[in-house]
């Protein structure tokens, strides 16, 4: 999801604020395009779903036919509103604002749920980024043979590209301009490639692991600290993700470490029978249960670095337990966004058919 810079947060979004109900006027419509400047009014049902958009254009066309202020907008709202769901890429989002001629696009999940907006100057914004970007690369990568028999798991190709070099420019993209590597099985491979990262217009530092760390470990190696809140993300995760966003999240929430977080769901592919003792209180057909899993994208601040002990192995869930039994505040970041954990030879399939699709 895209959001304006100017944000308070992912649930209050300035996007937010340009949603209206289907029974409003369109002097309360015209009253809310000038107080939010995203240029354009997201009309919902009282369920809560997209019916359609409004623009100035849409007003005027309205006027024109002698409509006024006290007009019920439901003759000029545009119904077939150009509308995305949350997994399609940045850059295919993209393609369909140029082809359309159009600077707003509202996201949508299947059953037309108003989730966000996607808007022309945020997605081809590049803000620059003071912070560091951490990329977790030393793992074997056991789960994706035979493709890492001779191939450390960040290297391999999707699309091309090494995953690695995806999240190098997803990056970039973002703003962020400092990373750093953490290496140990075959590094001497990732430092050949990638060097000092200037060929890709970014400055890249490594973390030499002499004995696998974990997820978290090898931050105990940076040196210097950071000064700044950082990003981590495990080099394995290919996502359309925005890190600037994650780290603003983290910053308006005054976090010490934050995870993002994505929805699953799993369906009981049985009959539940709910029983108290002996007696059958009723039943459930196939339920399904939902639950948040780990992204492996983080954002940390500096403090966090004291809770590791160096040259010693740590995961990230082992540093959240860490720092939550100490009352030090930990946040989750809800993502929608496409995301995959390239960790087995079917995972590297999808990602290079969605690759090719565009999504």
Not at 61 to 76: A, E
Not at 197 to 203: A, D, I, N, R
Not at 222 to 250: A, S
Not at 334 to 345: A, C
């Amino acid at each position: 999801m895209v959001y304006s810079d100017k944000s308070t947060s992912e649930i209050d979004g300035v996007w937010r604020q340009a949603i209206l109900p289907e029974s409003s006027s369109i002097g309360r419509v015209i009253r809310n395009l000038n107080e939010v400047p995203i240029k354009i009014v997201l009309v919902v049902n009282k369920a809560n779903k997209l019916v359609g958009t409004i623009s100035d254009g849409d007003i005027r066309r309205g006027l024109l036919r002698s409509l006024d202020l006290d007009s019920p907008i439901s003759s000029i709202v545009h119904y077939n509103a150009l509308v995305v769901p949350p997994e399609m890429s940045r850059d295919m989002v993209m393609q369909l604002m140029v082809a359309n001629k159009i600077q707003q696009i509202p996201i949508v999940d299947g059953q037309q749920n108003l989730l966000g907006l996607h808007l022309w100057d945020d997605i081809t914004a590049r803000p620059t980024r003071v912070n560091t970007l951490v990329i977790m690369a030393g793992g074997k990568g056991t789960r994706l043979l035979p493709h890492t028999q001779n191939c450390p798991k960040p290297m391999v190709l999707v699309d091309g590209k090494p995953i690695l070099e995806h999240i190098i420019e997803r990056g970039k993209l973002e703003g962020f301009t400092r990373f750093v590597l953490a290496i140990h099985h075959l590094g001497h491979m990732i430092e050949s490639h990638f060097r000092d990262g200037e060929w890709l217009g970014v400055k890249i530092n490594y973390l030499r692991e002499q004995s696998p760390l974990g997820t978290a470990g090898a931050l105990g190696l940076l040196n210097p600290i950071p000064d700044e809140p950082f990003v981590v993300t495990n080099g394995d995760v290919i996502t359309d993700i925005r890190y600037g966003e994650l780290l603003d999240f983290h910053n308006r929430h005054q976090s010490f470490a934050t995870m993002a977080v994505r929805s699953h769901e799993w369906q009981n592919p049985f009959g539940v029978v709910q029983i108290q003792g002996v007696e059958i209180v009723g039943f459930e057909e196939k339920p399904v249960s939902r639950s948040h899993i780990n992204a492996g994208v983080y954002v940390l601040s500096p403090d966090v670095l004291t809770e590791l002990r160096p040259e010693t192995l740590c995961d990230m869930p082992m540093l959240f337990e860490r720092l939550h039994s100490k009352a030090k505040r930990t946040v989750a970041y809800p993502i929608h966004e496409s995301w995959l954990d390239v960790g087995r030879p079917d995972d590297l399939l999808k990602a290079n058919e969605i690759s090719i699709k565009g999504v």
